[in-house]
């Protein structure tokens, strides 16, 4: 059973980075019928999609965050990770790592997540 | 970017109930769209995908239709562990949006 978990500050001042580490168990990160994607959930309200990392290293962003987002992966650790920089209150939310499997007659799909990260952007 | 509107945002329902849930893309998505239920405090879980595929381990009282730009999510026979938020997701073409969730509530 696949498993993963967030990991990162709970905490982070306005103006700087988050950074979070989603570390995967029950399977490979290298397999490369998946993509590893962030999601994030302001409190009270709807998800947002953030981005995924295949393991070629392709990557697909959410343009509402312009360039201020950056997701990696590491196959060694078997583990993806996400930065967020220039954060502001807006950016608070429970982050959520997750894997997204691709059939190529279905499309594409969240089927394991992470339990989820709150982070606080205070000074 | 894709825009999905669910409606309606919540919805009062009682145990044995058959319930619909619509979600609506602003432009066809043919049949790249997402189900997940939510509980307070833990992540979505997927229900449903490519608008009609139900997932492992979901019961059979819950079905999904629709192609194009609309879309609906249908629960026979309300059961108490249903009532959870729930999410539409387009996987046409990123950023893979979401709906903003509908509510189903006693």
């Known amino acids: 059973q696949v498993q993963l978990q967030e990991s990162g500050p709970g905490l982070v001042k306005p103006s700087q980075t988050l950074s979070l580490t989603c570390t995967v168990s029950?399977?490979?990160?290298?397999?490369?019928?998946?993509?590893w994607s962030w999601i994030r959930q302001p409190a009270g309200k709807g998800l947002s999609w953030i981005g995924r990392?295949?393991?070629?290293?392709?990557?697909n962003y959410n343009p509402s965050l312009n360039s201020r987002v950056t997701i990696s992966i590491d196959t060694s650790k078997n583990q993806f990770s996400l930065q967020l920089s220039s954060v502001t209150a807006a950016d608070t939310a429970v982050y959520y790592c997750?894997?997204?499997?691709?059939?190529?007659?279905?499309?594409?799909?969240?089927?394991?997540w992470g339990q989820g990260t709150l982070v606080t952007v205070s000074s | 970017d894709i825009q999905m509107t669910q409606s309606p945002s919540s919805l009062p329902a009682s145990v044995g109930d058959r319930v619909t849930i619509t979600c609506r893309a602003s432009?066809?998505?043919?049949?790249?769209l997402n189900w997940y239920q939510q509980k307070p405090g833990k992540p979505p879980k997927l229900l449903i995908y490519?608008?009609?595929t139900l997932q492992s381990g979901v019961p059979s009282r819950v079905s999904g239709s629709g192609s194009g730009t609309d879309f609906t999510l249908t629960i026979s026979s309300l059961q108490p562990e249903d009532f959870a938020t729930y999410s539409c997701?387009?996987?046409?073409?990123?950023?893979?949006?979401f709906g903003q969730g509908t509510k189903l509530e006693i």
């Open positions: 997750a894997r997204e499997r691709l059939n190529i007659l279905t499309g594409y799909y969240l089927e394991y």
């Open positions: 029950g399977g490979s990160i290298s397999s490369g019928s998946y993509y």
């Open positions: 990392i295949h393991t070629s290293g392709s990557t």
């Open positions: 432009q066809s998505i043919r049949s790249y």
């Open positions: 490519a608008a009609s």
């Open positions: 997701q387009q996987s046409y073409s990123p950023p893979y949006s």
